[in-house]
């Protein structure tokens, strides 16, 4: 995983509420062996609109997903947060999350901005109006901006899910952290124990 400290860009104002996992990447995507790929299947039973929002041209480009609230409930698919990224998001705006789609998105990079309703409402009414409208994601200082409207909000986010980002640390790269420890653990291991390094 790599770091992930700014987020800065344009915005798809997705105004839609309680989006469900199976609304993001649909179950016929879940099929893939790949991990690759799942961009062309983010929203794409709405995409065959014309009109929505993910096909307007002047929202091509963005890197911030700023949607209603309750966004990313259901199932516990990380399918759904890989679609989003290989799409070429790196954060995800909204006034709550589910908490399983939260909990993936922090294993894997996907910075999740949790706003008060009302500025929630204020940047999807900003960015539909106004698509060059930047927005700025500071995870080291935890806070949302918008400079064009002088907006400045701080968000919640846990010391040890601002380290992942941070330090670009998976569940892999924290274990690897502390492979010094586990290595003189193994040195004082009873040789009695099983083992799966073999004979």
């Known amino acids: 995983m790599e770091p992930v400290r700014l987020v800065e860009g344009t ?14 990447i649909p179950s016929d995507w879940l099929k893939r062996v790949e991990r690759t790929g799942f961009e062309k299947g983010l929203f794409s039973e ?3 609109d014309p009109d929505f929002v993910l096909n307007r041209e002047e929202h091509a480009g ?16 990380e399918h759904a947060v890989w679609a989003i990224q290989q799409y070429g998001f790196a954060a995800v705006v909204a006034p709550r999350f589910g908490d399983i789609f939260r909990n ?29 409208t930047e927005i700025v994601v ?12 002088g ?6 986010l846990d010391d040890s899910v601002q380290r992942r980002f941070l330090e670009g640390l998976d569940d892999i790269g924290l274990t690897l952290a502390q ?20 004979a």
């Not at 915005?11 to 993001?24: F, H």
């Not at 010094?180 to 099983?194: N, S």
């Open 151 to 156: 907006i400045t909000e701080p968000f919640p």
């Open 104 to 132: 993936n998105s922090t294993k894997n990079g996907l910075v999740t901005v949790q706003v008060s309703d009302e500025l929630g409402r204020r940047l999807l009414d900003e960015v539909a109006a106004n698509p060059a």
């Open 179 to 198: 492979e010094d420890k586990i290595t003189e653990y193994e040195t004082t291991r009873p040789a009695w124990m099983p083992t799966t390094t073999g």
């Open 11 to 24: 915005a798809v104002p997705l105004d839609r509420s309680d989006v469900d996992t199976d609304q993001i």
């Open 62 to 77: 963005a890197n911030v997903l700023i949607a209603g609230t309750n966004f990313g409930t259901g199932s516990s698919r």
């Open 46 to 48: 709405w995409r065959d």
């Open 138 to 149: 500071d995870v080291e200082r935890r806070v949302v901006e918008v400079p064009s409207l």
